[in-house]
């Protein structure tokens, strides 16, 4: 019996989609109340299945509490419980310092070093003295990598949390011109600040205005305030930039979760730590880029390789020493390279390829020479083991002249003793690059071939009569799939 979508459209005026809070359990956050009234919209019939299913899944954002928020900005959380909005502790710190050095008089009695004279006002723009540049060329460039660094990845961590992108050319080109005028003012060299920008990060701040009111503040303290804090010991502010430093001396406890994930990197930061402990940052700094670029310049020239071998019951060629399940076709190597293939890795690749077939072909003919004068070449062909080579260039992101030429003479080589060199995979510029090389077209008696897929140049193998037809992937268990 049909039902028409009048008789839908006029129960549906009837029908109530009710959301008890026993329902609203299931998508609503443990912080948000439950206590109100019962939902009541009135929805069509055909709607209402689609409602219900929604409320399973979609949960609304969930406001964070402002305990949490106190516990961001670094407050204690027994302080958190009993104030609702973070509490200044630096702005007291400074006033009671201030206060008991006055009323104890700290410089004169126990010799306590204050702050001291503290000139009021803006100081008159000139020009910075020019001769002080070679003093300070290193220092320099020292505090303007660091200054850019912390900028950036401050920046790049808020855009992330705040879902939006960050020009580096435009914070650089900012930065630049913020020390650039401020160096006519004797102004410190300038870079963002971790507490203050999380502070107003959590407390809602997401426009100029924020920074607007922040720098009139600073602009009352230089014009009226100061000279109330020239009693103030150093200490205190010492203190105080020592507990806004303590979430990045805390990152030393990370060295054991580095040296987990990557023992090079591990041992790049505990050298550039322990110098700049015992030296200086600038040292430091230099040596930890130092390290960076040889370790970039090893991978490249060392980049990672493996013999694929196939998955039984499947068209996948993996790397044998990872997946055990792994099976070798018989008379096939197959020989996976991944990187840029260039004249500081050329060698090393030739090495690679010989320890995968495990056959050097100088060493092969002479000693295919020796056979043949002792046995009839019907021999000679019995014994040999390797009939195919494949080279897997389905991860090569590069190849110069001195990489092309490389697989040149790889070719040659295995051709030279009868040995089919073929290559699966490799991108467009790659084979342009091989093509205008020449190697293309090197292709005699089927011995050199450029397929799309190990699969293909395998099936290419095996329709030549090059691999013995007896083997057959199915003839293995499928259970050694269960192992890789």
């Given at each position: 019996?049909?039902?028409?979508?009048?008789?839908?459209?006029?129960?549906?005026?009837?029908?109530?989609?009710?959301?008890?809070?026993?329902?609203?359990?299931?998508?609503?956050?443990?912080?948000?109340?439950?206590?109100?009234?019962?939902?009541?919209?009135?929805?069509?019939?055909?709607?209402?299945?689609?409602?219900?299913?929604?409320?399973?899944?979609?949960?609304?954002?969930?406001?964070?509490?402002?305990?949490?928020?106190?516990?961001?900005?670094?407050?204690?959380p027994r302080v958190s419980?009993?104030?609702?909005?973070?509490?200044?502790?630096?702005?007291?710190?400074?006033?009671?310092?201030?206060?008991?050095?006055?009323?104890?008089?700290?410089?004169?009695?126990?010799?306590?070093?204050?702050?001291?004279?503290?000139?009021?006002?803006?100081?008159?723009?000139?020009?910075?003295?020019?001769?002080?540049?070679?003093?300070?060329?290193?220092?320099?460039?020292?505090?303007?990598?660091?200054?850019?660094?912390?900028?950036?990845?401050?920046?790049?961590?808020?855009?992330?949390?705040?879902?939006?992108?960050?020009?580096?050319?435009?914070?650089?080109?900012?930065?630049?011109?913020?020390?650039?005028?401020?160096s006519f003012f004797s102004?410190?060299?300038?870079?963002?600040?971790?507490?203050?920008?999380?502070?107003?990060?959590?407390?809602?701040?997401?426009?100029?205005?924020?920074?607007?009111?922040?720098?009139?503040?600073?602009?009352?303290?230089?014009?009226?305030?100061?000279?109330?804090?020239?009693?103030?010991?150093?200490?205190?502010?010492?203190?105080?930039?020592?507990?806004?430093?303590?979430?990045?001396?805390?990152?030393?406890?990370?060295?054991?979760?580095?040296?987990?994930?990557?023992?090079?990197?591990?041992?790049?930061?505990?050298?550039?730590?322990?110098?700049?402990?015992?030296?200086?940052?600038?040292?430091?700094?230099?040596?930890?880029?130092?390290?960076?670029?040889?370790?970039?310049?090893?991978?490249?020239?060392?980049?990672?390789?493996?013999?694929?071998?196939?998955?039984?019951?499947?068209?996948?060629?993996?790397?044998?020493?990872?997946?055990?399940?792994?099976?070798?076709?018989?008379?096939i190597k197959i020989f996976?390279?991944?990187?840029?293939?260039?004249?500081?890795?050329?060698?090393?690749?030739?090495?690679?390829?010989?320890?995968?077939?495990?056959?050097?072909?100088?060493?092969?003919?002479?000693?295919?020479?020796?056979?043949?004068?002792?046995?009839?070449?019907?021999?000679?062909?019995?014994?040999?083991?390797?009939?195919?080579?494949?080279?897997?260039?389905?991860?090569?992101?590069?190849?110069?002249?001195?990489?092309?030429?490389?697989?040149?003479?790889?070719?040659?080589?295995?051709?030279?003793?009868?040995?089919?060199?073929?290559?699966?995979?490799?991108?467009?510029?790659?084979?342009?690059?091989?093509?205008?090389?020449?190697?293309?077209?090197?292709?005699?008696?089927?011995?050199?071939?450029?397929?799309?897929?190990?699969?293909?140049?395998?099936?290419?193998?095996?329709?030549?009569?090059?691999?013995?037809?007896?083997?057959?992937?199915?003839?293995?268990?499928?259970?050694?799939?269960?192992?890789?």
């Amino acid at each position: 019996m049909g039902i028409s979508r009048d008789n839908v459209e006029s129960s549906s005026e009837e029908s109530l989609l009710r959301c008890s809070s026993a329902n609203r359990e299931d998508y609503l956050s443990d912080d948000m109340s439950t206590t109100g009234p019962e939902l009541m919209v009135r929805r069509p019939v055909y709607q209402q299945d689609e409602l219900n299913h929604l409320c399973k899944y979609v949960k609304p954002k969930r406001i964070q509490p402002v305990n949490e928020v106190n516990k961001s900005v670094g407050q204690s959380p027994r302080v958190s419980k009993l104030c609702p909005f973070p509490i200044p502790i630096e702005m007291f710190a400074v006033v009671i310092g201030t206060l008991i050095s006055m009323q104890m008089n700290l410089a004169d009695t126990y010799n306590v070093i204050t702050v001291g004279d503290i000139p009021v006002g803006l100081p008159v723009p000139s020009v910075p003295p020019l001769s002080l540049v070679p003093n300070v060329l290193v220092d320099s460039f020292v505090i303007t990598m660091v200054a850019y660094t912390i900028s950036m990845s401050m920046a790049l961590i808020f855009a992330q949390k705040e879902g939006y992108e960050v020009d580096s050319n435009q914070e650089l080109i900012a930065q630049g011109l913020g020390n650039l005028v401020g160096s006519f003012f004797s102004c410190m060299p300038i870079t963002a600040s971790l507490s203050r920008s999380l502070i107003q990060q959590t407390v809602g701040g997401h426009t100029q205005l924020a920074s607007l009111i922040s720098c009139g503040i600073l602009m009352s303290v230089l014009l009226w305030i100061g000279p109330f804090f020239q009693p103030l010991p150093r200490c205190v502010l010492a203190s105080i930039i020592v507990v806004a430093l303590k979430g990045m001396l805390i990152k030393v406890s990370e060295f054991i979760k580095f040296w987990r994930l990557d023992k090079m990197d591990a041992g790049i930061w505990i050298v550039t730590f322990i110098i700049v402990i015992l030296f200086d940052v600038e040292y430091g700094l230099l040596i930890g880029i130092l390290l960076c670029i040889g370790r970039l310049l090893i991978l490249a020239m060392r980049p990672y390789t493996c013999k694929l071998a196939l998955a039984p019951g499947t068209e996948l060629y993996l790397d044998s020493k990872r997946y055990k399940g792994t099976v070798e076709i018989p008379g096939i190597k197959i020989f996976h390279y991944s990187g840029s293939l260039n004249f500081a890795s050329k060698q090393y690749f030739r090495e690679e390829v010989y320890k995968v077939t495990e056959l050097v072909p100088q060493k092969e003919k002479s000693f295919k020479k020796q056979l043949q004068v002792t046995y009839n070449s019907t021999i000679v062909e019995e014994i040999k083991k390797l009939r195919i080579l494949v080279l897997d260039f389905t991860a090569l992101s590069h190849i110069d002249l001195a990489g092309a030429n490389a697989v040149r003479n790889i070719v040659d080589e295995y051709c030279g003793i009868e040995v089919s060199v073929y290559i699966a995979g490799c991108s467009g510029p790659v084979y342009e690059t091989l093509r205008k090389f020449n190697l293309v077209e090197h292709n005699e008696n089927h011995f050199f071939a450029i397929f799309p897929t190990i699969a293909d140049a395998v099936h290419f193998a095996r329709s030549y009569s090059e691999v013995p037809s007896t083997w057959n992937t199915c003839t293995h268990d499928e259970n050694y799939i269960s192992r890789l």
